[in-house]
Nanobody
Framework: QVQLVESGGGLVQAGGSLRLSCAAS????????MGWYRQAPGNERELVAT???????DYSDSVKGRFTISRDNAKNTVSLQMNSLKPEDTAVYYC??????????????WGQGTQVTVSS
């Protein structure tokens, strides 16, 4: 059993900042990658940022230069620092992880989501 628990969402004015955190726990052998996705009402879930175990990072074009993803491999956590927030960043943000629960069993796991609302 693997759990991803997010924290840090909320309401902020345009131009403000928020920091999201996610902790993975449970039966974890090795985490390959962790990341953040978001889903706004009426839209499909989309990638925001991912970071792999080697430190490789990928950002959505819409957040490059404004968001920063970081990871603590020892603690199995991932964070997303969001600066210069825009109303179009409003969405439910989901933590995601691709990991092995033992040496051969892998899976993709999701957190429960945290709401981020940016007012204009």
């Amino acid at each position: 059993q693997v759990q991803l628990v997010e924290s840090g969402g909320g309401l902020v004015q345009a131009g403000g900042s928020l920091r999201l955190s996610c902790a993975a726990s449970g039966s974890i052998f090795r985490i390959v990658a962790m990341g953040w996705y978001r889903q706004a009402p009426g839209n499909e879930r989309e990638l925001v940022a991912t970071i792999n175990s080697g430190g490789g990072i990928d950002y959505s074009d819409s957040v490059k230069g404004r968001f920063t993803i970081s990871r603590d491999n020892a603690k199995n956590t991932v964070s997303l620092q969001m600066n210069s927030l825009k109303p179009e960043d409003t969405a439910v943000y989901y933590c995601n992880s691709y990991l092995y629960s033992d040496f051969r069993t892998w899976g993709i796991y999701w957190g429960q989501g945290t709401q981020v609302t940016v007012s204009s």
